[in-house]
């Protein structure tokens, strides 16, 4: 295995960055089309926007594509998701999500349409006022940059390197334009706990990335290639085991907030996989062998 990275890093180093390059592109590309079409990077769900949340538990079988039908007559931009229990995979509610704040008809609609009197027993209603949303987005979006713009300034002062440096920041960069496009694709809705996620993600991209650095260009006991293999060997297996806990809490939880930041992190950290060893790595790689 050690010998078979060692030639692949070492006769393709620069075919390794066309793919983590071309995904870059590809999805900054594609965020600037859709920041045109609709203002934003990515689709808001009503904590962010402004609107009314309800759950609806009952024992009884909800037909959601009827619900759902029903409050688009009245409503726009609603969506209707089942609610299930752990372990069964028996649904036990639907959550309604739209951006109306008309919370009274929206109760009554769907007291029409499901024949069910929702009280405090058997529901939960969340409602967001569209400037309140928009205040929460514009501080989760100015809380994001300013991390990703501190997490820049220490690499670029531990490493005191353009070129390193740079490096991991462009990793870090791709991570969440690549994971923002899966989930524009995905047709996700992202809330302030999505946004929580992504920062969350940038932490996660920048450990693999300055372990790799480190590693590669400040351990001079180790040869390059030597370097590279112990990096990744520590980075996977930190990895992996991140994704596999996410992805157990994932399945376990029956939280759509918790879920949702589960699987924005479990995309990153895929993503992240791709960048470290085929964008960060090539790239590490060349400049170690021309100024270490």
């Keep these: 295995m050690k010998e078979i990275i060692e030639s692949i890093f070492n006769n393709h180093t620069k075919k390794l960055l066309i793919l983590p390059v071309a995904l870059i592109i590809i999805s900054l590309v594609f965020i600037i089309s859709i920041q045109a079409t609709t203002g934003e990077i990515f689709q808001k769900d009503v904590s962010l926007s402004g609107g ?5 538990y009952s024992e009884n079988q909800i ?3 009827k619900l759902e ?3 688009r ?3 726009d931009g609603v969506i209707v998701r089942a609610l299930s229990e752990f372990g069964t995979d028996k649904t036990i509610g639907v959550v309604i999500e739209t951006p109306t704040i008309d919370e009274k008809l929206l109760t009554e609609k769907i007291q029409e349409s499901t024949g069910i009197t929702l ?4 529901s939960s209603i969340e409602v967001v006022g569209s400037s309140l949303g928009d205040s929460f987005y514009q501080q989760m979006r100015k809380a994001l940059i300013f991390a990703f713009v501190f997490m820049s300034i220490v690499v670029l002062i531990t490493f005191r390197k353009i070129v390193p440096s740079l490096s991991i920041v462009l990793v870090a960069l791709g991570d969440l334009l690549i994971t923002i496009s899966i989930l524009n694709l995905a047709n996700v809705r992202v809330s302030s706990a999505g946004i929580a996620a992504l920062l969350l993600l940038i932490g996660y991209s920048i450990d693999t990335d300055v372990l790799l650095t480190t590693r590669i260009l400040k351990n001079k006991e180790e040869t390059i290639m030597e ?3 112990s990096s990744m ?7 992996i085991t991140t994704l596999s806990a996410l992805t157990v809490a994932y ?6 907030v918790l879920k949702q930041m589960f699987i924005i992190v479990i995309i990153g950290l895929l993503v992240d996989i791709i960048l470290t060893y085929m964008l960060n790595a090539p790239m590490l790689i060349l400049y170690a062998k021309k100024h270490r």
Excluded: Q, R, Y
Aim: hydrophobic share 40%; aromatic share 6%.
């Design 69 to 71: 039908n029903a409050l």
């Design 251 to 256: 399945f376990v939880s029956t939280s759509l």
């Design 233 to 239: 060997k520590t980075g996977l297996t930190m990895t």
């Design 73 to 75: 007559e009245s409503f």
């Design 227 to 229: 370097g590279l293999i």
């Design 63 to 65: 037909d959601i594509p």
């Design 119 to 122: 009280s405090e027993e058997n």
């Design 52 to 56: 009314t949340t309800i759950t609806v």
